[in-house]
Every structure is written in structure tokens, then in C-alpha cells.
């Protein structure tokens, strides 16, 4: 069974400085995505970043950036420049390449220090 | 484009009583798929519809059950329910297609109480 761990359930950042939040998974199939949805307190949960596990070249989206170690099965989020509204609970998910039953970690909530 | 939207938001119900959530996803997706997200268990799986069939499901009992009609709208029921059946149930809607197009995208969720 795949299984998506996180092992930091919380996490605090300076305004300006970089974070990375730590995601590893388990699964056995070749074909696969990776996803970070960030979930603001209170509001909608929202994509940040996903990754296709067929490319090696990391995804990136303005401020976050992922460290994709296939082999490793780990799946990290960088976010640079950490601003106030980045603070909201991070979830690692995966989901194999023609189901979409999505297996998400337990999250990571990151405050932002002003 | 409109995104997902759940109604109602809130619901209080008590034990025993049966309640249904709705779905719309947005425009031209055509899979619904259902989380249920609590403090203990995190977000689970319920199930995934997709041109008004079941597509996929989660190891839920079946007072869990669900729906999805011509437009794709989604409905969710809970019979007979229980104090652990308390949680925020979420909805996503995507394409339905297989591969990297098809990420989902969340409702705001239906904060589902019982008492």
C-alpha cells in the first residue's frame, strides 16, 4: 500500500527566509505524481506544486521549488522568501498514474515569524 | 471559471440521522472525488465518481455512499450516523482523464458535527 509520511508536524520560518518542509512516500509502482496543497487556516485547500514522477527535473512555481529523490522516495518543498501568507498547513499527497484515489501525509503546519 | 463549491458549509445532526452533502465541481470536470479530514485520521479517501460511476473507493462501511449525476454534480451520504462520522468532508473535482493533467482541485468543505 502507498503510504506518505511527514515527519515535521510543525514547522516555523522568519519572514524573507527559506523552509523546507520534508515529505517521503512508499510504493512499489513506476508511473506516479506528487502533489503539495497548502491548506490556510479556516479556507480552501489549494495546490502549491506537483511533480510527475517519470521527469528528473525538479517542478518549481515562483517561490516553491521541490527536491524530487526518486530512488530516495522523498519529495521536499522549498518555499524562498517565506511571506506571512504562506503560514497554513502543508500536505504531502501521491497518487499513482490512473487512479485518483490521492494518499496524503499528515501535514505540516508552518507558522511565518513577522 | 468558477472553482468547487460544497453546500451546505455547516451541519450539526445527531446520532443515528442520516445527512447528505452536495458537490459541483467546476466546469468540464467530470471526477468527483470525496476526503473525509479529521485531527486523528487526516484526510481519507471515500470515493471517486466519474461519469455518474463509481470510479474508485476507500475502505469506509457502507452508511458511507455516494452519487453523481449528468452534470457532474456529486452527492454524499451518511446513514445512521455516528459521533466519529463528525469531520470535514471535502470534494474534488478533476478532468477524469489519466495522467499529469489531472489534478484536483478542492472544495471549501461541509464542517459536518454529531452531536
Known amino acids: ?114 | 471559471k468558477a472553482g468547487v463549491t460544497q453546500t451546505p458549509r455547516y451541519l450539526i445532526k445527531t446520532r443515528g440521522q442520516q445527512v447528505t452533502l452536495s458537490c459541483s465541481p467546476i466546469s468540464g470536470h467530470r471526477s468527483v472525488s470525496w476526503y473525509q479530514q479529521t485531527p486523528g485520521q487526516g484526510l481519507q479517501f471515500l470515493f471517486e465518481y466519474f461519469s455518474e460511476t463509481q470510479r474508485n473507493k476507500g475502505n469506509f462501511p457502507g452508511r458511507f455512499s455516494g452519487r453523481q449525476f449528468s452534470n457532474s454534480r456529486s452527492e454524499m451520504n451518511v446513514s445512521t450516523l455516528e459521533l466519529g462520522d463528525s469531520a470535514l468532508y471535502l470534494c474534488a473535482s478533476s478532468l477524469g482523464t489519466s495522467g499529469n493533467t489531472d489534478t484536483q482541485y478542492f472544495g471549501p468543505g461541509t464542517r459536518l458535527t454529531v452531536l
Open chain 1, 1 to 114: 500500500a502507498q503510504t506518505v509520511t511527514q515527519s515535521q508536524p510543525e514547522m516555523s520560518v522568519q519572514e524573507a527566509e527559506t523552509v523546507t518542509l520534508s515529505c517521503t512516500y512508499d510504493t512499489s509502482e513506476s508511473d506516479y505524481y506528487l502533489f503539495w496543497y497548502k491548506q490556510p487556516p479556516s479556507r480552501q485547500m489549494i495546490l502549491v506544486i506537483r511533480q510527475e514522477a517519470y521527469k528528473q527535473q525538479n517542478a518549481t512555481e515562483n517561490r516553491f521549488s521541490v527536491n524530487f529523490q526518486k530512488a530516495a522516495k522523498s519529495f521536499s518543498l522549498k518555499i524562498s522568501d517565506s511571506q506571512l501568507g504562506d503560514a497554513a498547513m502543508y500536505f504531502c499527497a501521491y497518487r499513482t498514474y490512473n487512479n485518483n484515489d490521492m494518499r496524503f501525509g499528515a501535514g505540516t503546519r508552518l507558522t511565518v515569524k513577522p
